[in-house]
């Protein structure tokens, strides 16, 4: 149950937009005591928490000096209230999952609040059916390359059928890209579920999680068996990304670049690398705490506040064409088939052709 409700609260709120969401949402007026309520319970919360038990410290701080200092007087909205908190601890915490969230709706109580209701985790599973776990588009390009437009790491064990028919009908391409310019993160479970396909029986290690709280560190390993079809450690991957991919997304990425399994192409991700969950703070009022932080085995570091620093640099309007172009090139390369790496040449001169256009063509880059 631990594992799936971490996932249920990367899911739900590791998503860059979110912000903009919330801004679509109605209002309500917040006074004085509310305020400092809020900043109560909620540094309580963060010394008790938060990864990194020193800049819970500094970030109470800060806000409890500015509550003191009457910066919070002037503001009478619950979601500005909310966005003005979140920009104070982050200008100290650096930490872009740490978010103070508001709701017009009642966010509902419970006695344990790690644990989602029934009723809540029904409603989650019903969400990521409805989303496909995440996979947009599976589709063969010409010249035998697989793409798949996957805008979420959803829950590993309801997703493992879809992810075992999307891998085994794209085994037999020669090349394979992963379009992660609008994913917003979710299981690290299903980053290891996919990643496995990805290499052999042979289990390897892709990342670790550590939590504050009990000084625990998971380690996550692909998996020795799959029920699809493995796509093989040969063939050549790509990842797509943008400003946009975050969390669960640039672990995917981070994982696979410096396992040099996969070449990214995009731009540099959004840089959360610290999962947590969500702390009720009243009726109307959450924020997003992370507990822990991601440990990869070949660098030691995460990616957090810096992103993922693609391969090859464009921007994202590009990537696809790019990463195309590129897998089409290494098999011409590899091809002893004049024919086929006729055809093949004559893709890529098309594509480049479409990339000249589009770079000439702000309109044109701006659509796709």
């Known amino acids: 149950m631990k594992k799936f409700i971490i996932a249920f609260a990367l899911f739900v709120l590791f998503l860059p ?49 500015k509550l003191e200092n009457k910066a919070y007087d002037s503001i009478t909205s619950s979601r500005e209230f909310a966005q003005k908190l979140t920009e104070d601890l982050q200008a100290v915490s650096k930490d872009k999952h740490l978010r103070v ?52 790491f959803s829950d590993a064990e309801d997703g493992a059928e879809t992810v075992a ?116 703070i009243n009726d109307h009022f959450g924020a997003f705490v992370p507990l822990g932080r991601a440990i990869n085995p070949v660098t030691k570091t995460n990616w957090e506040g810096t992103g993922v620093e693609p391969d090859i640099k464009v921007p994202k309007e590009l990537a696809l064409k790019t990463a195309y172009a590129l897998a089409l090139n290494k098999l011409i390369e590899r091809s002893t088939d004049e024919q086929y790496k006729k055809a093949l040449k004559e893709l890529v001169e098309q594509t480049q052709k479409e990339i000249a256009e589009m770079k000439n063509d702000p309109a044109k880059t701006a659509a796709k």
């Open 165 to 280: 028919a999307a891998m085994t009908f794209l085994h037999n391409t020669d090349a394979l890209i992963f379009d992660l310019r609008q994913n917003g993160g979710g299981s690290p479970d299903m980053v290891t579920l996919i990643c496995s396909y990805l290499f052999g029986e042979k289990p390897v290690h892709l990342n670790s999680l550590y939590w504050r709280k009990g000084d625990r560190t998971d380690e996550f390993w692909t998996k020795a068996t799959v029920s699809g079809k493995r796509y093989g450690e040969t063939k050549d991957v790509y990842i797509l990304t943008s400003r946009r991919t975050f969390s669960a997304a640039e672990e995917f990425s981070y994982n696979l670049k410096n396992l040099k399994r996969a070449t990214i192409v995009g731009e540099t991700t959004g840089g959360g690398a610290h999962p947590g969950t969500m702390f009720r």
């Open 17 to 65: 937009d979110a912000a903009a969401q919330q801004a679509q949402t109605p209002d309500l007026p917040i006074d004085a005591a509310t305020k400092t309520q809020i900043i109560n319970d909620l540094t309580k919360e963060l010394n008790e928490s938060y990864i990194f038990a020193d800049i819970a410290k500094k970030m109470e701080a800060e806000v409890k000096q």
């Open 101 to 152: 969230r508001f709701s017009y709706e009642k966010i509902p109580a419970r006695q344990d609040r790690r644990e989602p209701s029934k009723e809540e985790i029904e409603s989650y599973r019903l969400q990521i059916r409805r989303d496909n776990f995440g996979f947009e588009k599976i589709e063969r390009l010409q010249g035998n390359i697989g793409y798949i437009d996957l805008r979420s």
